[in-house]
């Protein structure tokens, strides 16, 4: 069946199952492959990405569910890493294997877009990625970093 996806600001169609998670229709039919797989079960947050303001873990959200909305992927948070975000995360050093870091990133900016300036409580529950490296307080000092670059 095919699905047209508004990703990245683009229209794409995507011929896939209804029920085919969003993370395999990014990345293996529009090759996207930013957003990674991890668990499986929309635990471990290496999936996810921006659905219509909201970070999403995109393994368990079916591509029919995905018509109509618009979606951001690390690829469309910043290309390059021009965003501020991934700024920080490469200036402070906060990815070990970096695997779960696209993730992270995507939970971070939601966090930023809802409260501007978080506390640890806020930065806690708002990205509870996991990562198995254990970079939480890196993580934390570059989504504070962030905000304060933000609000400058």
């Known amino acids: 069946m095919a699905f047209t996806l508004n990703v990245n600001g683009t229209d794409m ?5 209804p029920e085919t998670p969003l993370l395999w229709a990014l990345r293996d039919h ?31 959200f079916p591509v029919e569910a995905a018509e109509g909305v618009k979606i951001t992927t690390i690829e469309g948070l910043g290309a390059e890493g021009e965003h501020v975000l991934q ?3 490469t200036e402070m050093n906060v990815p070990q294997c970096g695997y779960c ?8 900016a939601a966090l930023l877009k809802d409260i501007p ?3 640890d409580a806020d930065i806690d529950l708002y990205v509870d990625n996991i990562c198995r490296c254990g970079t939480y307080p890196r993580v934390r000092q570059a989504i504070h970093r962030a905000a304060e670059l933000l609000k400058a």
Do not use: H, N
């Open 101 to 108: 870091q696209s993730g992270m990133v995507m939970a971070a």
């Open 30 to 60: 529009l090759r996207l492959t930013g957003t990674k797989f991890g668990c499986g079960i929309a635990q471990c947050g290496a999936c996810t990405v921006d659905i219509d303001g909201v970070a999403t873990r995109s393994c368990q």
């Open 87 to 89: 700024k920080v995360w």
């Open 13 to 17: 169609e995507v011929d896939a199952a």
């Open 117 to 119: 300036e978080p506390s």
